[in-house]
């Protein structure tokens, strides 16, 4: 992954597309503090970082291999 990968951001659209969550779905775990936080870009505009979805993406499938055995 290159350095400009980790400041990539993304739609809402892109990140309910990468995690088949809905957008209020995505905005009620942000409320719990269980999606990531997104970033203010303009007065009208979000954008989470691709990196942070990702490791989200990635702790989920950890979460759920945890409790199978090897």
């Known amino acids: 992954m290159s350095a ?10 892109d990140v309910c597309d990468r ?5 209020r779905t995505i905005y009620d775990m942000m409320r719990r503090g269980a999606f990531p936080a997104a970033v203010k870009v303009t007065n009208h505009a979000s954008r989470w970082m691709e ?3 990702e490791a989200w993406l990635e702790a989920r499938i950890a979460a759920r291999n ?3 055995a090897a």
Request: hydrophobic letters at 40%; proline letters at 0%; aromatic letters at 0%.
């Open 66 to 68: 945890e409790g199978k």
């Open 4 to 13: 400009s990968d980790h400041h990539r951001m993304l739609r809402i659209a």
């Open 51 to 53: 990196v942070e979805v």
């Open 19 to 23: 995690t088949g969550l809905a957008r």
